[in-house]
């Protein structure tokens, strides 16, 4: 180790991992306006008709009024939420959806217009018409009403779930205080699929974009500016912005890798490769505009994921990446995820959360718990389940589940319907198929979560998706490092056959050239201190990487090529749809 640099001992170089990466732009004619005045400033030349800010659940519309709205020449301003349907009318109507469990539920297939008393609207639309000055409707749905400019106020889905903690409402609910699982499934099930169809049916009017994620610092492209980072973004590689989270099992390892505050008692997951989660930070010269990364999915689908992807997965992003860290912490509950058919019949989710295991460090006690003992009986292990989760006894996992060993690099393939988790003192790169709410909780070692609650159960699902004859020996043999050699450096490491990702690891210490095979790809520096991107015909700039660092490779660039910067040599570790 040099001198004068502090390590926590997990690597033995300073870490260059970056929390806040910022994707620079080209020139574009489109223009940036990086804080209120210079909104004010643009909006104050629109002086008659209809100006609508079309807000995504979650933004704080009393700010948006106070240092935004009110400042413009108002003649009739417009609140749209004073139109909707009572409390009352929409629970009943998203009874269905919302479920009486903590965390599962049905997606919805609304429209903001179900949410509205549209004959109210109807007439609305009527007064507004040919309105003399100036006119300015806002709210979620605000875009019931035609905008002679419109403007979406965005924030990104981590940010809506840090106000929930904080006392933030779904739509139309006076749940400040509900549990927090609770209002992330409103979230989740209803109201972002029903803003995102809002953008998906709007996007070609409109003219601007604010992002309002720091609610004092807003800032706003017009469409222009928007469009063109989109198309930028189609044809190089980029990181998304990545968040970290602690948890009843979290560990220490990331603090330190991924420069995180040291004073926290834990992290335990990073997402950092799931697009309807994380966001991406558009660089301007010296400001950014962050945006959800799902925006990408939505509105340049064929160029990001290839138009064979997109033919399979439609908008939805199939790959995910993320870090599950038990470094001094303890093990993830024992899991399992529901096979396809379950999937869809109960959630109405088309591909389900087929997951792997790769292990980018452990100590010298990482394990992995993967299928289940030879001869178990269904019977008794069920039993023992239920008792355990009435609280009777503990439950004994060892005695019905294989604990296997776990070393730096090792990789576990964990198609739907196997038991498993990651033991303690595990650092593991999670590369899934992008679903990832889907886990049906079995056994939680008899602790609470971090609210003081047990965290929820769910055997009855749990006890339909378990395959009792995935046995030690099939484990072994199918998914315990199950490589493929294909050159000196290019290894396939899964996954498993009834998983629909191909995942490649490639071992240098010079350069690489890889393929994407028509397929976005998402990868990740599993070893080396960085690496650079670069492209072969040059249609993209140098792009550096960083240890434990996950990026995204559009499918518009059929090979890239990956220089590693570490004199000890470097490994990466990409996935792909077969
Ligand atoms: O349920 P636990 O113990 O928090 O496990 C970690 C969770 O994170 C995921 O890996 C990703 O969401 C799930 O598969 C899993 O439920």
Request: with cysteine; charged share 30%.
């Amino acid at each position: 180790m040099k001198k004068g640099i502090e390590t926590m001992g997990y690597i033995h170089f300073k870490s260059f991992y970056d929390k806040y990466p910022v994707i620079q732009m080209k020139e574009s004619n489109g223009s940036v306006f990086k804080d209120t005045p210079s909104i004010l400033k643009e909006l104050s030349r629109v002086q008659e008709g209809v100006i609508v800010f079309e807000t995504y659940p979650g933004v704080d519309l009393e700010r948006l009024n106070q240092d935004i709205i009110s400042k413009l020449n108002v003649t009739k301003l417009v609140n749209i939420e004073t139109y909707a349907k009572s409390e009352k009318t929409i629970d009943k109507m998203l009874e269905k959806n919302l479920t009486q469990d903590r965390v599962f539920g049905l997606y919805a297939h609304h429209q903001i217009e179900d949410f509205y008393e549209m004959d109210q609207i109807l007439k609305l639309r009527n007064d507004l018409f040919n309105k003399k000055g100036l006119t300015v409707v806002y709210g979620f749905g605000a875009s019931l009403i035609k905008a002679d400019v419109l403007i979406f106020v965005s924030i990104t889905r981590w940010e809506i779930q840090l106000r929930y903690r904080k006392g933030l409402t779904n739509f139309q609910s006076k749940n400040s205080d509900e549990d927090i699982l609770r209002k992330y499934k409103r979230g989740y099930f209803v109201e972002w699929r029903v803003a995102d169809r809002i953008k998906e049916n709007n996007i070609q009017s409109m003219n601007y974009l604010i992002d309002y994620n720091d609610i004092d610092h807003p800032k706003m492209i017009d469409y222009i500016a928007y469009e063109n980072s989109l198309n930028q973004l189609t044809n190089r590689p980029f990181r998304m912005v990545p968040y970290f989270d602690p948890g009843i099992w979290g560990g220490q390892w990331m603090k330190e890798v991924c420069n995180l505050d040291p004073k926290e008692q834990n992290y335990a997951w990073s997402f950092d490769g799931v697009p309807e989660e994380n966001s991406i930070r558009l660089g301007f010269d010296d400001t950014f505009i962050e945006i959800p990364a799902q925006d990408l999915v939505q509105f340049r689908p064929k160029e990001l994921m290839g138009a064979r992807v997109y033919g399979r997965f439609g908008k939805k992003f199939p790959i995910r990446f993320d870090l599950l860290d038990t470094m001094e912490g303890g093990n993830l509950s024992l899991q399992v995820h529901p096979l396809t058919e379950y999937i869809q019949d109960q959630f109405g989710m088309t591909y389900t959360q087929d997951e792997s295991y790769y292990i980018l460090d452990t100590k010298d006690d990482g394990t992995v718990y993967l299928g289940f003992k030879d001869s178990v009986s269904q019977d008794a292990f069920e039993k023992d389940l239920i008792s355990a989760e009435s609280g009777e006894k503990m439950f004994d996992a060892d005695k019905y589940v294989n604990v296997f060993p776990a070393k730096k690099h090792d990789h576990f393939l964990i198609p739907a319907g196997t038991i498993h988790c990651s033991g303690k003192n595990t650092m593991v790169l999670e590369i899934s198929a992008c679903v990832y709410i889907f886990t049906f909780k079995l056994w939680d070692w008899g602790r609470q979560g971090l609210d003081g609650r047990p965290r929820p159960v769910h055997l009855e699902h749990g006890f339909k998706a378990l395959q009792y004859d995935r046995n030690t020996e099939w484990v072994e043999n199918q998914l315990i490092n199950r490589i493929e050699k294909i050159s000196d450096y290019e290894e396939i490491t899964g996954l498993h056959e009834t998983e629909f990702l191909e995942t490649r690891r490639y071992t240098f210490d010079d350069a690489v050239d890889i393929k994407t095979f028509g397929s976005v790809n998402m990868a990740n520096l599993v070893d080396g201190q960085k690496a650079l991107i670069t492209s072969i015909d040059g249609s993209f700039d140098d792009y550096e990487i960083h240890y434990a660092e996950t990026f995204v490779v559009p499918s518009t660039i059929e090979t890239f090529r990956v220089k590693c910067l570490d004199q000890q040599g470097c490994k990466l570790i990409k996935a792909h749809v077969r």
